[in-house]
DNA sequence: GGAATAACAGCGCGTACAGATCGA
DNA sequence: TCGATCTGTACGCGCTGTTATTCC
């Protein structure tokens, strides 16, 4: 295989992503001026982004052309000024400025990288936190003694264009107003396959300068090069909360799945080339990892000499462009292993070795049609990096945060779950959310659409039930419904919005992965027509995601069967109680049927208990700062508390879950729904 | 002492099977 | 009555994190 020839050589690349030590004095301001460039650079994005899908679709276009407009209306706004995203962060910072300053001392590991440019931009613009400070992006390509460090606020979150997008991009001359980053170094010997030169890690300047947000979809657009990958992490909410507390993947001889998995959604290639798509994991940095006094610390120097597969090719390779851009690319399947003599017989694992830091990285290679690669078209391969995708591999977690995010997240651990049982036999009374398999119907639309959405696409149909519980006690929390997911949530809308827009391409919020978007339309959200397992990122053809589908519709039976015996409640859904959130800068899209019955009902509900979520108060949360070390190591124990104690362990969960919360308006999911 | 490993329990899907239902 | 289809149940499997044990 032509891909494994020139895969040799790329493990030794560094990327060496982040500083825990370092350069935390001048995050802030490094970041906002790039930041907020990147807000106005956006502004094109959504007005591309909205302008294709209007021309791609012929989806209600009087609204969609809506959605544009709400979009390029909210990111002027935003961009308008160069520092919109942080006065706006200020805004609401100052609500909890609390949080802000204790981010900095806090002892999770931020890792730095683009991932937490977007997390202080969301968070300053929800002011929950202010992140750590931790912002230095060290070029990939740079070998140890060429660290280009530069502030990675200009990157421009994670929508990385291809490493050779950026010298076709009609649009690099745009982002050309950043601060000039130095000039990436040349490669270092050994770690550029030569034939393969794209296949190196970009130089800091492409991410910085290749990714004008405008590019989303560049075939979309009369001058824009066809071809040319753009590639949006799907579940990038989800990896973002593990990223804030470093993401640990857990590693074992027989092989252990990644969750969060990389799932992306892939846009721009030509439609009728033909591409592999795959999966490779790098080092991260050179530094071995150990876990200690409640972070994660450098331990030595990293084993760089470790065999095995670092490659995982998407089963479906090769596949046509369009294949690719149909739906998303999930490596659901791909295994992590610590297993050396897993390289050869099987292709589903990366060996990897435990405590290193790994980066993973997709790459998109134009082959033939018979999938033979072209080894004479170096610009035919293309790579991306989402720096909130670094994880240390460990055999054992270390951090109960990132246990407790796995099970709270991943449905193959629901039984892990502390309330699980509680949460389906309390009373209607005391039931804090619906559980997951209640009946689809239950699900209302629920007027906060940016919150309907969450539970199912930020947190991959996991709610977050058990984390709400554990944050608010015993106190009812917003249901978080799957309200516009749930097959029968909304039958008249939902139905209607589906017969219109059968096998068509929507977005939830467009623009994921940019923090200008972030900012710019962080609620954005299209009527969804009902989804289909390829509409979700998790565990698309798996016993996973077919569980949650199932579980809302007839497979649902099986949970019924065993829970309707005793149920104090009505399988009917209780009536929603949910916030409706009031800011400015929402701009939730949805059909105007959707839409009519959220205002009515969000009206009726806002002041009800549901409102303890969007109303939510700086007294509320709590800093992180309150992670001092011995405080830490408390938290590694596991959480077994049902979440109406105050003991620490549910300050520490407290913490997050806060942080969880209000996150989740972070709306910037993509997906297809299956034609 | 820390990391790695194996065994374990819980969960839910997929499958096979049996029984019930329906139409020809 | 027979065959096709649908429904319900049981079991196996793979997934998960936890826990105890072993290894270095």
Redo the contacts with the bound molecule.
């Keep these: 295989m032509q891909l494994e020839s020139l895969l040799p050589s790329l493990p030794k690349t560094f990327y060496t992503l982040s500083s825990s030590s370092s350069s935390s004095s001048s995050s802030l301001s490094d970041s906002t001026s790039p930041g907020s460039t990147h807000a106005s650079t956006h502004t094109s994005s959504a007005h591309s982004f909205g302008e294709a899908e209007r021309a791609e679709h012929e989806l209600e276009p009087g609204k969609k052309y809506r959605s544009a407009m709400m979009m390029s209306s909210s990111s002027s706004t935003s961009g308008s000024t160069g520092t919109t995203t942080a006065t706006g962060g200020e805004r609401e910072g100052d609500e909890f400025s609390t949080g802000s300053k204790s981010r900095k001392s806090s002892p999770v590991i931020g890792g730095g990288g683009a991932a937490e440019e977007d997390e202080e931009l969301v968070t300053r613009r929800y002011g929950i936190e202010e992140l750590g400070t931790d912002r230095y992006f060290i070029s990939p390509s740079s070998d140890a003694s060429a660290c280009s460090l530069f502030p990675y606020g200009a990157q421009g979150g994670s929508v990385y264009g291809g490493a050779g997008a950026r010298y076709s991009s009609p649009y690099s001359s745009a982002a050309s107003v950043l601060a000039p980053p130095p000039p990436p170094p040349p490669p270092p010997p050994g770690a550029v396959c030569s034939s393969r030169a794209q296949l190196a890690p970009p130089p800091a300047a492409s991410y910085q300068f290749g990714q004008g947000p405008a590019c989303l979809y560049p075939s979309y657009h009369p001058g824009l090069a066809v071809g040319r990958a753009q590639v949006y992490l799907c579940n990038r909410a989800l990896w973002l909360k593990f990223h804030r507390h470093q993401t640990e993947m ?10 969060p998995f990389l799932s992306f959604n892939i846009a721009g290639l030509n439609v009728s080339a033909h591409y592999n798509v795959f999966v490779e994991v790098v080092l991260a940095d050179p530094n071995h990892w ?3 006094g409640g972070k994660w610390v450098t ?1 030595g120097k990293a084993d760089n000499n470790m065999q095995g597969n670092k490659m995982y090719v998407h089963p479906e390779s090769p596949n046509t462009g369009a294949h690719w851009m149909r739906q998303e690319i999930s490596f659901s ?1 791909l ?1 992590l292993t ?2 050396k003599g897993a390289n050869n017989n099987n292709t589903q694992m990366i060996v990897l ?3 290193h830091k790994y980066q993973p990285r997709l790459h998109i290679v134009e082959v033939s049609e018979d999938g033979v690669e072209d080894m004479g078209a170096e610009s035919k391969t293309q790579t991306f990096t989402f720096p909130e995708n670094q994880f240390i591999a ?5 951090n ?1 945060d990132i ?2 995010l ?2 709270d997240h ?7 779950r502390d309330n ?2 509680s949460m389906y036999t309390a009373p209607e009374s005391d039931r804090l959310t619906p559980s ?2 209640d009946s689809p119907r239950s699900h209302q639309i629920v007027p906060g659409a940016r919150y309907a959405m969450q539970p199912f696409f930020q947190d991959q149909f996991v709610n977050n039930l058990p984390q709400n519980h554990r944050l608010y006690g015993g106190e009812r929390a917003v249901p978080q419904t799957n309200g516009l997911l749930s097959p029968q949530s909304d039958d008249s809308s939902i139905s209607a919005t589906s017969s219109s827009s059968a096998a068509q391409r929507w977005f939830v919020t467009p623009v994921q992965q940019n923090e200008a978007d972030y900012s710019v339309l962080p609620y954005g959200i299209k009527p969804l027509p009902l989804q289909s397992p390829h509409s979700f990122g998790y565990y698309p ?11 809302w519709s ?2 649902r ?3 019924q ?2 829970m309707a015996a005793g149920l104090p409640w009505s399988p009917r859904p209780s009536p929603p109680s949910f916030s409706f959130p009031e800011d400015p800068l929402t701009t939730t899209t949805i059909t105007t049927s959707i839409k009519d019955k959220l205002q009515d009902e969000g009206t009726a509900v806002t002041a009800g208990a549901g409102g303890v979520w969007g109303l939510e108060t700086a007294s509320n949360l709590k800093p992180l700062d309150k992670f001092d070390a011995p405080y830490a190591m408390v938290c590694k124990r ?1 959480r ?1 508390s049902s979440g109406t104690d105050a003991s620490p362990t549910i300050k520490c969960e407290d913490v997050t879950s806060d942080d969880y919360g209000k996150e989740q308006p972070k709306s910037y999911y993509a997906f297809y729904t299956s034609p």
């Design positions: 857990i590693i074992t001889k027989q092989g252990r799945r990644m969750f150990r876990f200690q331990c399947k295994k610590n297993n070795q435990s405590l460990v055999t054992a977690y270390q109960t246990t407790q796995k099970i991943n449905p193959f651990a629901k039984g892990f699980y049982d997951p398999t053809e798996s016993s996973a995601f077919a569980s949650i589908s199932a579980g007839s497979g039976s099986s949970y069967r065993k596991r077994l």
